[in-house]
């Protein structure tokens, strides 16, 4: 037995627990485990042994008190389980063995709220809690993911270390993620993918928000390969080469990048292409729904966000879509003649609505910092997610630059940058919309996002019609656009003479 107590902890040896566990070890970090049910230590222990460079580091523990007792305090430890109650169960099981100043951190995908209700049991009971957003799937977890973390600044101290070791690392100039790291060896140099978010629940909302993003950025892409398919009548192999193409301009991306992969790989089973194989029913586990709550809860129109969420459940519906092919006929497809016209419109429509997209991202980051008291730095959490996220992107750098320029900056449309580049791309933009709609292929998401930005830039919407029925018919009243905001008015709509300031 290592005398030496091990520098972390880490609960839960799910495919995210153990590589995140091996990511720690490979910087040098001594590491104990546990895992519930104790088979899968066993597994994973021999796996290490087997194939990993950085084995010596890995303590596997089969009895939770030993696994406690054998991390250096004050203790970080690690949970990677089952977000909810799954989180309850694992944090109720250490605190027995806890000792004050001792730090849990959470990397699950927690709902904020149940983020801040822990941090605020775990820190009247005298320890410290850490809610920690963690993305870029396994890989990301083993070669560099990128971190939210939220918490007290003395607890982030502490885990700073660790987690600036452990994630994804960005060139200090141009933002380009580094090349990954292999198996025990890591990334050396750059810039970590990691700040501190904020107090208690800051983190794992930005990691919603997140996730949320990832949702509007993966249904636009989609949307894109939908019309490429149904309107120019292309094969997989051929769109998947235009969105490798794509991948080397300003789209340039985690989420196009595997795209072209996807697009390319053939069936290695019935021959074809393994997309057309696949099954059009997308699922979900949540996050997408919470960041559209928190949007409508918060009066935010990040309706973008929520169209892609509802774009999931349509396509789950797929007996129904089934049925009702057979009964409701739209129009008669007709390909356009210009094919690399249309692709090259799909391209600006395809990034001017992702400009949208995160405009609604940091619009409601930007409620939820004044719903919550928190205090969120935008141009760091764009930093951070230049690399080692699923929505890592080129584009990042931009949205980093425009909150250097302007750390104010009321939405992000109205950063040079990106209304130039909405500007220069809208009759693309629009053109592709209207070919869609004129040819019956669904593109919910690049309109829902034409229509924020329309919205948006309106003086005058006819909200004031709205208005008008509410007071009509339940005497709601209305502010007048000649006299001053805040005072209301109501008319009695049956007699009509004269509007009365609302008492
Ligand atoms: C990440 C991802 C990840 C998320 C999956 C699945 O940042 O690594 O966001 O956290 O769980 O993408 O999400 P859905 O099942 O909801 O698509």
Sequence with gaps: MNAKKADIGLVGLAVMGQNLALNIADHGYD?????????????FLAHCEQAEPSKDRVRGHYDLAEFVQSIERPRKIVLLVKAGDGTDAAINSLLPHLDPGDIIIDGGNAHWLDTIRREKELSAAGFAFIGSGVSGGETGARFGPSLMPGGSEAAWASLKPVWDAIAAK??????IPLPGATPGQPVTGGVPCTAHIGT?????????????????????ICEAYGLMQNLLGMTAPEIGAVFKQWNQGDLSSYLIEITGDILEQPDPVAGGFLVDKILDTAGQKGTGLWTSVSALEQGIPANAIAEAVFARSLSALKAER??????????????????AGVIESIRQALYCSKICAYAQGFQLMAAAEITYGWTLDFGTIAQIWRGGCIIRARFLQKITDAYGENATLRNLM????????????????????????????????????LAYFDGYRSARLPANLLQAQRDYFGAHTYERTDQPRGQFFHLDWSSATRDQIAS
């Excluded at 590491?31 to 597994?43: G, K, L, Q, S």
């Excluded at 960005?170 to 933002?175: K, L, R, S």
């Excluded at 739209?330 to 210009?338: I, L, N």
């Design 200 to 220: 208690d629940g800051a983190g794992h909302y930005v990691k919603m928000v997140h996730n949320g993003i990832e949702y509007i950025d993966m249904q636009l």
């Design 31 to 43: 590491i104990a485990v546990f895992n519930r049910n104790p088979d899968r230590t066993r597994e």
């Design 322 to 339: 089934v049925a009702a092919s057979a009964v409701l006929n739209g129009p008669t497809v007709t390909p356009p003649d210009d094919r």
């Design 414 to 449: 109205l950063a040079p940058y990106f209304s130039q580049a909405l500007q220069s791309g809208q009759t693309d933009w629009r053109d592709v919309i209207a070919l869609a709609v004129r040819n019956g292929v669904p593109v919910p998401a690049f309109s829902s996002a």
């Design 170 to 175: 960005v060139d200090p100039v141009t933002g």
